[in-house]
Nanobody, 118 residues
Framework: QVQLAESGGGLVQTGGSLSLSCVAS????????MGWFRQAPGKEREFVAA???????HYRDSLKGRFTISGNNAKSTVDLQMNDLKPEDTAVYYC????????????WGQGIQVTVSS
């Protein structure tokens, strides 16, 4: 019912910047949150940032000040600006949409690679 398409990412040197974008298509309904997670090889998928329809944002504590999430409700898009990138940021980044009230659902994008060289 809902599909997510990610764009951006790639290879960047330490200290560089990248911007990720995600577009949601299909009937998502209301009361949902969009955001980003990431997963490095051999590691658990971890929360990065999220934004709800009211514009409230949440960040992984260690990423505050470097990453900025923004959204456009009318266009059903969410962007993630990543600055001062570090090798530890290397991972596959996944766009996520989540509805917490009935009917609940969670959907994921295919993932996009971000590689930060030393």
């Amino acid at each position: 019912q809902v599909q997510l398409a990610e764009s951006g990412g790639g290879l960047v040197q330490t200290g560089g910047s990248l911007s990720l974008s995600c577009v949601a298509s299909g009937r998502a309904g209301g009361a949902y949150t969009m955001g980003w997670f990431r997963q490095a090889p051999g590691k658990e998928r971890e929360f990065v940032a999220a934004i709800n329809l009211s514009g409230s944002t949440h960040y992984r504590d260690s990423l505050k000040g470097r990453f900025t999430i923004s959204g456009n409700n009318a266009k059903s898009t969410v962007d993630l600006q990543m600055n001062d990138l570090k090798p530890e940021d290397t991972a596959v980044y996944y766009c996520n949409i989540r509805r917490k009230v009935t009917p609940t659902f969670t959907a994921w994008g295919q993932g996009i690679q971000v590689t930060v060289s030393s």
